[in-house]
DNA sequence: ATTTTATATCGCAAATATACGATTAGAGGA
DNA sequence: TCCTCTAATCGTATATTTGCGATATAAAAT
């Protein structure tokens, strides 16, 4: 193939697949848990709650903060991070909207 | 890496982390896009609608039905597709109350 | 100034995913 | 029976992801 063919779809689309990829991968559902239930914001806690490497641990906060998902802050040695909810609420409004408002109309089964 | 450490990772967790994966390609977005649209359950239609050879998209329709969010059923020599809403609702769900129940408390910004 | 602590980044190896053409399989129709 | 049409699968090239150790960076502590 040589070439991913993203470019061919609309940009909601590719927007939805970006989130969707974002928490493709149990790891970062588990950061996200994480940082849903502590109010404050964690960085290395993760490390030691996840069983992968910090640098595994950092790339995928990386994969997180670049999809929007988190936000990242400096504060003093370590980082803070922190569900970015704004962003949440936007892609589960548009799957939502994807979804269940043709559910209705469709519901009975087919095939 | 070597080793994908999906394992070390709880049930619910990987299965989060499955169902955003089918989804994590625009292609499949589109796919279930058409399927959503369509009161009926479609096949070839959707090569003719997708930018991609007939061979990828029936592989990802396969990827779509493996993940359990659609549904496939043999009709003739053609194949009948159509989403799988129980599947979606479950997901939805289990998406809802891990981030929406949590962000009640957690709404005031951190970092 | 040196050492510690906390993170990010680089480089690499292995696993997966993406895409397509070619081939296969099965149902109908000529 | 032979051909056609539809869809799945195989083989393969390339791209991307995953994971880790090693290294770099930067602030705090000694």
Sequence with gaps: MAIHKKEAFTQKEQDLAAFAKAMAHPARIAILKVLAQRNECICGEIVDILPLAQSTVSQ??????TAGLIDGS???PRSCYCINWKAFEKFMGEFSFLFNKLKVQNEKACC
Excluded at 60 to 65: A, G, N, P, T, V
């Design 74 to 76: 400096i504060d003093g």
């Design 60 to 65: 995928h906060l990386k994969e997180l903060k």
